[in-house]
């Protein structure tokens, strides 16, 4: 299947699901996660109508990013070391795994004036040892902090559900999301707007669609693996 065919077929799906739960489908990003696929197969999903292209290592994403002259809007959505920070900054718009302070200062550091890093809050939902992300208390507290730093913008959270075989037994995990995104929201923080929800990825994105995603991020339904 090209990519082509299989965004049609994702759309669709997409389509299908906001014309059953109330949503308008243009509210939905997919953010093409193209971390298993090469120069060429990335060009191939911007090419196909895809703006949202995601990575989530440093340098093979910018050898990307290069190559594509600057096409596509770009996002950093692993866990990113702070020494590899300057790597990014300036290239990609969006960080979905902002998890700790000493990570928004040297993001915010490394950021030209006037330029601003749209992040999302990783957020541990699941309380799985092996994904990264704040617990669901420690969100808020953390939030108030970023103010310092006036490059960060908070526009949302993100979490990765852990894998089941009935994508199903995910919701309980994305309602969680929601309803925290819609307690930072209603603080009215001025660095921190947090309306949207990075949630769902190929195995999921269909729950995460029902319940509010707003960027879903797919690499194998997508793009395939090469
Ligand atoms: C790899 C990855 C994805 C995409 O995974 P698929 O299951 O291939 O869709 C989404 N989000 C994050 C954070 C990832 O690392």
Not at 3 to 28: F, Y
Not at 60 to 87: C, D, M, P, Y
Not at 93 to 99: E, G, I, K
Not at 192 to 215: H, K, Q, R, W
Request: glycine share 8%; hydrophobic share 40%; with cysteine.
């Amino acid at each position: 299947m090209s990519v082509k065919e299989n965004l049609a077929k994702i759309q669709a799906d997409i389509n299908e699901i906001c014309g059953r739960v109330g949503r308008n489908p243009k509210e939905i990003n997919i953010v093409a996660v193209t971390k298993y696929v090469s120069l060429e197969t990335t060009e191939a999903a911007l090419n196909a109508g895809l703006s949202h292209i995601g990575e989530n290592r440093a340098e093979a994403a910018v050898q990307k990013w290069h190559a594509l002259q600057n096409r596509g809007i770009w996002h950093f959505i692993g866990s990113l070391q702070t020494r590899k920070v300057k790597e990014i900054t300036g290239k990609f718009d969006y960080l979905h795994s902002l998890d700790r302070l000493s990570l928004a200062k040297e993001v915010d550091k490394r950021l030209g004036d006037g330029q601003v890093m749209k992040c999302f809050v990783q957020v541990n939902v699941s309380k799985e040892e092996s994904k990264s992300g704040l617990s669901p208390a420690e969100v808020i507290p953390f939030i108030k902090e970023l103010v310092e730093y006036k490059g960060i913008q908070v526009v949302g959270l993100m979490t990765m559900a852990p894998f089941y075989k009935d994508p199903e037994q995910t919701r309980p995990v994305f309602q969680k999301l929601r309803e925290l995104r819609d307690d930072v929201h209603s603080l009215k923080l001025e660095h921190a707007p947090c309306t949207e929800l990075s949630m769902g990825m190929s195995n999921d994105y269909g729950i995460a669609v029902e319940e509010g995603a707003t960027f879903i991020r797919i690499g194998s339904a997508l793009v395939g693996r090469e």
